[in-house]
T-cell receptor, first 111, second 114 residues
Framework: QQPVQSPQAVILREGEDAVINCSSS?????VHWYRQKHGEAPVFLMI?????EQKGHEKISASFNEKKQQSSLYLTASQLSYSGTYFC????????????FGTGTLLAVQP | DGGITQSPKYLFRKEGQNVTLSCEQN?????MYWYRQDPGQGLRLIYY???????QKGDIAEGYSVSREKKESFPLTVTSAQKNPTAFYLC?????????????FGSGTRLTVV
């Protein structure tokens, strides 16, 4: 089943912060985060493995709560280049690892 | 530089016609994937392959077929049985399944039925 993301869309001013949530109904092995610009392919941001670690990438970081089957992406001091649609992708592990993408969150950063 | 090449970038299909989308990678990745994206929607998994000569259906495999005869290549055929094929098709690859790296995507093929 497809992970659910919230919010569906968010509009920010440059320098503001945002949080995007991803929730799954299945037990998770890992969570991926990707950003997609309009008409382009998704670009990998980071992966979080089972273990509840938090990772960072420039001013973008994420957490993974495996007990709640949830992940959150944190964008701090947003820049215009952060605009795009953010997708989480979840893997449930096992012999047939496959990534199931979430519903997506449209982020627009304005000057 | 290594990467994934999808061709063509744009493709037009007539009703009742089969078309094949190409996906080639030189990343030496074992696993390859095909996703479909409709406007304003997320990505849905069509087929995936973890090794040569083996592949599995994803969530929306009906009306599609694939082959994996070489590690580098994973073509997708959209058959006439797919009633609504207009979409953006993305191919991806990844190192062996137990991996801390994400997927690498091609630039996509936009298919339109005319």
């Amino acid at each position: 089943q497809q992970p659910v993301q919230s919010p569906q869309a968010v509009i920010l001013r440059e320098g503001e912060d945002a949080v995007i949530n991803c929730s799954s109904s299945k037990a998770l092995y890992s969570v991926h985060w990707y950003r997609q610009k309009h008409g382009e392919a998704p670009v990998f941001l980071m992966i979080l493995l089972k273990g509840g670690e938090q990772k960072g990438h420039e001013k973008i970081s994420a957490s993974f709560n495996e007990k709640k089957q949830q992940s959150s992406l944190y964008l701090t001091a947003s820049q215009l280049s952060y605009s795009g649609t953010y997708f989480c992708g979840t893997e449930s592990g096992g012999a047939t690892n496959k990534l199931i993408f979430g519903t997506g969150t449209l982020l627009a950063v304005q000057p | 530089d290594g990467g994934i090449t999808q061709s063509p970038k744009y493709l037009f299909r007539k009703e009742g016609q089969n078309v094949t989308l190409s996906c080639e990678q030189n990343l030496n990745h074992d696993a390859m994937y095909w996703y479909r994206q409709d406007p304003g929607q997320g990505l849905r998994l069509i087929y995936y392959s973890q090794i040569v000569n083996d592949f599995q259906k994803g969530d929306i495999a009906e009306g599609y077929s694939v082959s994996r005869e070489k590690k580098e290549s994973f073509p997708l055929t959209v058959t006439s049985a797919q009633k609504n094929p207009t979409a953006f098709y993305l191919c991806a690859s990844r190192k062996p399944t137990v991996s801390t790296e994400g997927y690498t995507f091609g630039s996509g093929t936009r298919l339109t039925v005319v």
